[in-house]
């Protein structure tokens, strides 16, 4: 029993036991930046939660994925995400993406946000 929790324990230790909230958000994040930098913005419009697609689509009088890659997006890699239920945000060195947890998962409900103040951001996709 003993080996048992130490060996739970030792496991936690190597791992920093992120917690299995942060992981989903942070991969999204990552992916979505990924597409965005590897030119594949059909792969990042399919992370998009469907009102942040609606209203790309809705300013760019474009097709998602044409409208996303005329935007240029920074795709800096984001750190791990502050998690809050089913709201989270990721920073990267110059950007900051915000996602929602819907039920069929994580989703980016902003992209290429930057403060406006404390409380406001403007998001070139989506927004807060």
């Known amino acids: 029993m003993i080996r048992t929790i130490a060996a739970v324990l030792l496991t936690c230790a190597v791992t920093a036991c992120g917690s299995p909230a942060d992981a ?3 991969a999204v994040a990552r992916q979505f930046t990924e597409a965005i930098g590897s030119g594949d913005p059909a792969a990042a419009c ?4 469907p009102r942040a697609k609606d209203a790309l ?6 097709p998602c994925a044409v409208g996303l890659a ?8 984001p750190a791990t995400p502050a998690v809050w239920s089913s709201e ?3 920073k990267s060195a ?3 993406v915000f996602l929602h947890e ?5 989703r980016i409900t902003g992209a290429g946000c930057h403060p406006r103040n404390e ?3 403007d998001c070139l996709v989506g927004g807060r």
């Open 70 to 77: 005329a935007l240029r997006l920074p795709h800096a890699p």
């Open 88 to 90: 989270a945000q990721a």
């Open 57 to 62: 689509v809705a300013t760019t009088a474009r």
């Open 94 to 96: 110059d950007d900051t």
């Open 46 to 49: 399919a992370l998009l939660a």
């Open 102 to 106: 819907f039920s069929d998962g994580w």
């Open 24 to 26: 989903a958000p942070s």
């Open 119 to 121: 409380q406001v951001y």
